[in-house]
């Protein structure tokens, strides 16, 4: 009997080579923005950092010049993403519309959430001292069956996928797909991963808009302002 599985969720991911140097290039950075300032989103618990719900300056990373090696990076799977999807580049203007910092401390945890207004959405991960997992849940709800009642796990049956968190590792999903961190992270050393939703005009025409210029000229100067700490000018 023959059987078809229509209306996957595709996942993209790949290990980045030679990711180091660009970790260590960035990591400063993003620190920097998320230092002194409180935590924005209500789906991470314990004590850690989110901008995901924050100011719109800490949502538009891509713009930070500083960061422009990152966001290339990504840019160039996102496309490669956007096409293996069947999207005509040539057609729909698809654009990054907000990307934020997360920083997990002891104690943190992301929560199961999904991005459903973005065509798609993506985390890469810059520093992960311990095991941990993005979990991606099945969104069309599988028929539950008792495990003494499945021979193997297949895709008709599993509920969620697992995709350990490493250093260098880049994901990227439909924006429906609801997923989360599986556990707390325990390490004394901080989970760092940067998340970002894509957006298309011809998909959404509530897509935020890019940022004004003059908010973008002084973005490290309001984040600055915020921690107390002295701008690049005061330097």
């Known amino acids: 009997m023959p059987i078809e599985s229509w209306f996957p969720l595709p996942i993209f991911y790949e290990a980045i080579p030679d990711h180091e140097p660009l970790c260590a290039e960035v990591l400063p950075h993003l620190f920097r923005i998320s230092r002194g300032r409180k935590k924005h989103q209500p789906l991470v618990t314990g004590p850690s950092y989110s901008g995901s719900n924050a100011p719109d300056r800490a949502q538009y990373l891509f713009k930070f010049p500083e960061l422009r090696p990152l966001y290339e990076m990504i840019n160039v799977r996102a496309n490669i993403f956007a096409r293996e999807l069947g999207i005509d580049l040539t057609r729909e203007h698809l654009y990054m519309g907000r990307s934020w910092v997360n920083i997990l401390a002891n104690g943190g945890k992301v929560e199961s959430h999904n991005h459903v207004a973005s065509a798609f959405s993506g985390v890469f991960y810059l520093q992960v001292p311990e095991p941990g997992a993005l979990r991606f849940l099945d969104p069309k709800q599988p028929i539950r069956r008792e495990p003494h009642c499945l021979s193997t796990p297949s895709p008709y049956s599993v509920g969620h996928v697992d995709y350990p968190a490493k250093e260098g590792l880049l994901l990227l999903f439909p924006g429906y797909a609801m997923h989360g ?53 005061e330097r």
């Open 181 to 233: 961190m599986v556990e707390q992270h325990t390490g004394e050393i901080e989970r760092v991963s940067v998340s970002f939703d894509y957006f298309s005009i011809s998909i959404n025409g509530q897509s935020p808009p890019p940022p004004p210029r003059a908010l973008v000229e002084k973005l490290w100067a309001e984040i600055d302002a915020d921690s107390g700490a002295p701008s690049d000018g």
